[in-house]
């Protein structure tokens, strides 16, 4: 065993590798992993920041594309400066007209630039932190079928933004055939508070013909995106000689749906308002009233408005619904002390009696033609268009009626016009001791007014019919009467020309005046 031992061959032992200090070790590993992650940063920084985001223009001129729902434009350059809310700047944008308008730009802006912030759109918010609009300029559009160019699709989308300025914008908005064009100018105020700095507005140009002026203030665009939060604005304006102020909040400001404004009107003839807002009026002498102006779907509404006509004092609420064939007026109106010559435009009289009240040209004209003309009655045409053109149904009640040869009390009427035929039906007021009871129907659908005329007069006081002639003084009794009219013509003075029917009055225990009847006869 021994032997065998022995032969076995001796084996070399392993060589064993010394262990170092680990506190002795040059740190190369670790400064070559530092060095790695340092360079990768600075490339991953210096890439970011020397990147050229321009080849990303044309996706995100497809995304607003298709935001918007007609092309978008970046004309300039995209640049973002990365960070955890990146700085987000595109220059020289436009935005087209939506298909089947034409061709042509709708607005543009010579800047465009936010922040958005990645952790919250991380969560699903999309939240910018702050916006500006360099230089915008935009041009709405009303085309003569109605069709406008700013309705854009509907979104689900609800971005959050927390700071948004608009510096020398501007804003052009025109009627295509209605003769109007009013260009605006639109600024941010940087002296009011930061977040919701309102936007000063001013605008001139050209509403329907009359020269146009706007001026106020809005609050900041900020707003809009809360539905909950009422939108508040303080704006005047003129329209040739008419003057409106309006301030107060709106809900759907875009829309202009669902708002309630306080709003002060004021002008030289109310009959001045079809050219402006399609509302047929009689002509009136000056006017000022104020109330609540108030929008929901197709109806527009002034309520609870109150002001002068003329000499007569005039309050109550007046509804324009929109929602059928022809534009419907519907007013409860009520006077204290009417003044008949203020109604005088009615029945196609001038609406000042006296050329040195009238507050135009055209009225000063007008009344100095009727006082040289020796004609009775207004002969002046109505306007068959405009009678056929709304529906109305209006009430009017007075206390107190002046103007009149005999004063009138107790005054109500219902004017009710549909399809182009007016009645006044009732038309009741109380003078000289009696009561007088009126039915008139005007028929103004075919090219010549069919009028209509019923009248039913009692207990008439003879005495008080005139009170300064001596004649009609010595005539004691009460005094009935039926009257039915019909006649032809397109105006006041043809009417009456025409008319034929019958008339008949009675008095019974009374006295008249010898005198008077010979000169009746």
Not at 37 to 66: C, D, G, R, V
Not at 152 to 177: N, W
Not at 508 to 516: E, T
Request: proline fraction near 6%; aromatic fraction near 6%; charge should be positive.
């Amino acid at each position: 065993m021994e032997a065998e031992e022995k032969d076995l061959p001796q084996q070399a032992p392993e060589p064993v590798a010394p262990v170092a200090d680990a506190a002795t070790e040059p740190p190369r590993r670790r400064r070559r992993g530092l060095f790695v992650l340092l360079a990768a940063a600075l490339a991953i920084a210096a890439l970011a920041w020397f990147w050229n985001w321009n080849w990303f223009k044309p996706l995100a001129e497809h995304y607003m594309t298709s935001v918007a729902g007609r092309a978008f434009h970046i004309d300039g350059n995209l640049d973002v400066r990365p960070s955890l809310k990146p700085l987000v700047t595109m220059t020289q944008l436009r935005l087209d007209e939506p298909a089947g308008l034409g061709k042509g730009t709708m607005a543009a802006a010579s800047q465009w630039q936010f922040r958005i912030d990645l952790r919250a759109l991380l969560r699903g918010d999309t939240v910018f932190p702050e916006m500006s609009l360099q230089r915008p300029a935009a041009r709405f559009e009303l085309r003569a079928n109605g069709v406008d160019n700013w309705t854009f699709p509907a979104s689900s989308s609800h971005p959050i933004i927390r700071r948004f300025t608009i510096d020398d914008g501007s804003l052009s908005y025109v009627e295509e055939g209605r003769r109007t064009q009013v260009d605006m100018s639109i600024q941010t105020d940087h002296a009011a508070a930061a977040g919701l700095a309102p936007v000063v507005v001013r605008g001139a140009g050209l509403y329907r013909g009359n020269r146009f002026t706007l001026e106020g203030r809005a609050d900041s665009p900020l707003a809009l995106q809360d539905s909950a939060t009422p939108y508040r604005i303080d704006l005047a304006a003129t329209a040739g000689a008419t003057h409106a102020h309006a301030s107060g909040a709106l809900r759907n400001p875009f829309q202009l749906d669902g708002f309630d404004v306080d709003f002060a009107l004021s002008g030289p003839d109310l009959s001045q308002l079809y050219r402006l807002v399609g509302v047929l009026m009689p002509e009136t002498p000056s006017y000022s009233v104020r109330g609540r102006l108030g929008h929901v779907g197709h109806v527009w509404s002034y309520r609870h408005f109150s002001g002068k006509v003329g000499d007569s004092d005039l309050s109550g609420d007046l509804v324009v619904d929109n929602r059928g064939r022809r534009r419907l007026l519907k007013a409860d109106l009520a006077s204290r002390r009417l003044d008949v010559h203020d109604l005088a435009g009615f029945i196609g009289a001038p609406a000042h009696a006296n050329p040195a009240r009238a507050e135009t040209p055209q009225q000063a004209q007008e009344a100095a033609d009727a006082r040289a003309s020796d004609r009775l009655l207004p002969t002046r045409t109505y306007d068959l268009e405009r009678l056929r053109s709304m529906d109305a149904d209006v009430a009017l009640k007075a206390r107190a009626v002046s103007g009149t040869p005999v004063p009138l009390s107790d005054f109500s009427t219902r004017l009710q016009l549909h399809d182009g035929v007016l009645r006044l039906q009732p038309f009741d007021f109380h003078a000289a001791g009696g009561r007088v009871q009126a039915q008139v129907a005007m028929d103004a659908s075919r090219p010549a007014i069919a009028t209509s005329t019923k009248i039913k007069a009692r207990g008439i006081d003879v005495a008080q019919l005139a009170p300064n002639v001596p004649k009609i003084q010595r005539s004691v009794g009460r005094l009935g009467a039926d009257v039915d009219l019909h006649g032809t013509g397109n105006s006041v003075a043809k009417m009456v020309a025409t008319s034929s029917g019958r008339v008949d009055a009675g008095m019974g225990g009374g006295l008249i005046s010898r005198l008077l009847m010979a000169q009746a006869a």
